[in-house]
Every structure is written in structure tokens, then in C-alpha cells.
């Protein structure tokens, strides 16, 4: 009688510890489902969000936007270049050979 109700009670435990594994198990699987949909949508994000920033940094819409608001090109006749030369005895200091003296006479400032 002893053995009967001891194997009784091993065969109850090995049954429930098998139902309790299967629930894990069938837990673990959901999750894993439910993780790889999340993944599906966030690289579908992912993948709009690229699309989204090609479009808006794209050099043609910028250009664009830009004349919108009023912006333009220089044109390139009005643009000077002004070669500045420091003499050999010049210190950075020093007015007449100082860039800003340079700019100062030719943007019509005064000294």
C-alpha cells in the first residue's frame, strides 16, 4: 500500500511539473511572437523614418525652400576676393596691414 500511494504521488508531481513546463514553454513562445511582430513594425518605422530624412535633406528641397523664404545665390560678378599681404616688418597689430583695415577701406567704412 506504502509503494502504491508513494509511486502515486511521484506520478502526481511529474504531472504537474510537466503542465507547469508546457505553460512556461507556451508562455516563452507567445513572447517570442509577440517580439518578432514588434520587430516587423519597428523596422517598417525604421525604414519610413530613412525615407523621411532622405527627403528632407535632400539637396533639391533644400534648394528650394530656401527660395522660398527669399535666399538666393550671389552673383558671382559682385563676389571680390581681397588679397591681404602682411609686410616683413608687420606685425598683426598693425592698422594699414591689418585685414580689417583692408576690409574697412574697401567696404567704404571709415577709420
Not at 519597428?42 to 535666399?71: F, H, K
Amino acid at each position: 500500500m506504502l509503494f502504491l500511494l508513494v509511486c502515486a504521488v511521484l506520478v502526481g508531481a511529474l504531472g504537474l511539473s510537466v503542465t507547469a513546463l508546457q505553460a512556461l514553454v507556451a508562455q516563452s513562445s507567445f513572447r517570442t511572437q509577440d517580439l518578432t511582430r514588434r520587430d516587423a513594425t519597428l523596422r517598417q518605422e525604421y525604414g519610413r523614418l530613412r525615407l523621411q530624412v532622405a527627403e528632407l535633406t535632400s539637396p533639391g528641397r533644400i534648394a528650394r525652400d530656401a527660395r522660398a523664404v527669399g535666399l538666393r545665390l550671389p552673383d558671382p560678378t559682385a563676389v571680390k576676393v581681397i588679397r591681404v599681404r602682411m609686410g616683413k616688418g608687420a606685425s598683426p597689430g598693425d592698422s594699414e596691414s591689418s585685414p580689417s583695415f583692408a576690409l574697412k577701406g574697401v567696404l567704404g567704412g571709415s577709420e
